[in-house]
C-alpha cells in the first residue's frame, strides 16, 4: 500500500478524576491523533499518547510534534509498504523518540489491518477473544479518598487494581486497602521514585508482606542492579515499566534477574511491533506480560486491547473503560468493560469509528503533510 497523506491533531480532553503519581498531578490530557491515508482513501488512526511533561520519559507532546512532523510524516507519505512491520524500517536513523514513533507505527497497523478487513488484534498475532481489565489509581489526598476510589472500582467490577506509591505514601495506604479488600488482586507502582536509603528499602520489604501480586518501577529507569537487589531480596515480583524501551534493555535485565513481570507499553517500546517483539522475548524467558497505558483516548485504548489479546498477556492489563478516565471519548463506540472484562473487537482494524465530529471540537491544532 501507498500512504499518500498524513495529519497530526493535537487533541485535548478532560480528565473525570484528577490523577496524581509521584512525579505530577493531571485534570486533562493532551495527545496527538495520527492520521495515514492510502491511495484507495482507507484511513488508518494511531495516538501518540506522551504526556505534555518529560516526567514519565524525556518525551513530551511538544517534542513529539516536532519529531512526527519533521522527521516521521515525511518519511511515510509516499511511501510503500505491504506489512506494517516495515514501517519502522522507514525512519531507522531517528534515535530515540518512541512515543512519537509509537503513534505512528499505530496509525499503519490500523490502515493495514483496516484495508485487509482483518481485526487488528488477528493482525498482531491475537488469540483471546476477551482480556482481562484492572484499573490504576492515582496518589490521593487522604487515604479514606483512596479507599472510596478503590470502593467504586470494584463495584465497577475491576477485578484488579493498582496503586500509585511515592515516598511517604506506601505501607499506610497500601495496608488500609489491603485491610478494607483482603482478596482484591492488588499491585503498587513506583514510577522510580525511590532511592536506596535505608528507610525507603524499609518501606518497599514492608509492602512485601501485603501480598501484591507486585511492586512496579521501585527504582530509577536506569537503575537495574537496585531493582535485582531487592528481588533478590523479596518475594512479591518486580515488574519493570521505565526501564524497559529496547529489546536489549530486557535481555540485560532477565540477566540480571531485575524483573519477574513485564509491563508492555505499546507508546514506550515505540510501537505496536516492538510490543510484539517484547512480548515474544518476555514468554522466550517465561515472564508474564501485561499492557500497560498512558491514559489512552479510545485509539490508543483499542490498540491495547488488540495487544492484550496475544498469549503471553496473562495478566490484567491497563484496558479499562473510557469512562474511567473520559465522559466522552474520541471514538463510537467507546471502549466499555463488563465485570472488568473487555471483549476484543473481530470488525477491520481497531473495531472503533473516529467520532470526527467530536474529534474537531476537541482539536486544539492539525498540520498536514501530503505526498
Ligand atoms: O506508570 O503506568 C504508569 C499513566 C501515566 C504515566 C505512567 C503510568 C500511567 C498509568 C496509566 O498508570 C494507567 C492507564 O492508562 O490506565
Ligand atoms: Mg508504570
Not at 522507514?90 to 483496516?114: E, I, N, P, Y
Not at 479507599?147 to 511515592?166: D, H
Not at 501480586?213 to 527504582?219: A, L, R
Request: charge should be negative; charged fraction near 20%; proline fraction near 6%.
Amino acid at each position: 500500500m501507498r500512504v499518500t497523506h498524513a495529519s497530526l491533531h493535537l487533541v485535548r480532553l478532560p480528565l473525570v478524576h484528577r490523577f496524581r503519581t509521584s512525579s505530577h498531578a493531571k485534570d486533562h490530557l493532551e495527545h496527538i491523533l495520527v492520521r495515514l491515508t492510502d491511495e484507495s482513501g482507507a484511513v488508518g488512526w494511531g495516538e501518540i499518547a506522551s504526556p505534555s511533561d518529560p516526567f514519565y520519559s524525556p518525551e513530551t507532546a511538544d517534542t513529539c510534534w516536532l519529531v512526527a512532523s519533521r522527521y516521521l510524516l515525511p518519511a511515510v507519505v509516499g511511501s510503500r509498504w505491504d506489512d506494517p512491520a516495515e514501517v519502522a524500517g522507514l525512519w531507522t536513523k531517528v534515535r530515540g523518540h518512541r512515543f512519537a514513533k509509537a503513534g505512528v507505527d499505530m496509525a499503519a497497523w490500523a490502515l493495514w489491518s483496516q484495508s485487509g478487513g482483518v481485526s487488528l488484534a488477528r493482525a498482531l498475532g491475537g488469540v483471546r477473544g476477551s482480556v482481562v481489565a484492572g484499573v490504576s489509581l492515582g496518589i490521593e489526598p487522604s487515604v479514606d479518598d483512596l479507599l472510596a476510589e478503590v470502593a467504586k472500582q470494584v463495584e465497577a467490577g475491576y477485578p484488579r487494581v493498582k496503586l500509585k506509591i511515592a515516598p511517604g505514601w506506601d505501607v499506610e495506604p497500601v495496608r488500609a486497602v489491603r485491610s478494607a479488600f483482603p482478596s482484591l488482586s492488588l499491585h503498587v507502582d513506583a514510577n522510580g521514585a525511590y532511592g536506596e536509603s535505608s528507610a525507603e528499602l524499609a518501606a518497599l520489604r514492608a509492602l512485601d508482606d501485603l501480598g501484591l501480586t507486585m511492586i512496579e518501577q521501585p527504582f530509577a529507569p536506569r537503575n537495574l542492579l537496585a531493582h535485582a537487589a531487592l528481588q533478590r531480596d523479596i518475594s512479591t515480583p518486580v515488574c519493570l515499566d521505565e526501564s524497559i524501551e529496547v529489546l536489549d534493555d530486557l535481555r540485560v535485565a532477565v540477566v540480571l534477574g531485575a524483573l519477574k513481570v513485564l509491563n508492555i507499553k505499546v507508546s514506550r517500546m515505540g510501537g505496536l511491533g516492538a510490543a510484539v517483539a517484547a512480548h515474544d522475548l518476555a514468554a522466550e524467558h517465561d515472564i508474564p506480560v501485561w499492557c500497560g497505558g498512558m491514559h489512552e483516548f479510545g485509539i490508543g485504548r483499542a490498540a491495547n486491547v488488540a495487544l492484550s489479546s496475544l498469549p503471553g498477556f496473562t495478566l490484567p492489563s491497563d484496558v479499562s473503560a473510557s469512562d474511567k478516565y473520559y465522559e466522552r471519548d474520541v471514538v463510537v463506540p467507546p471502549i466499555t468493560a463488563s465485570a472488568g472484562v473487555v471483549e476484543v473487537p473481530t470488525g477491520p482494524g481497531l473495531g472503533h469509528d473516529v467520532d470526527e465530529d467530536f474529534l474537531a471540537s476537541v482539536t486544539v491544532r492539525s498540520t498536514t503533510v501530503s505526498a
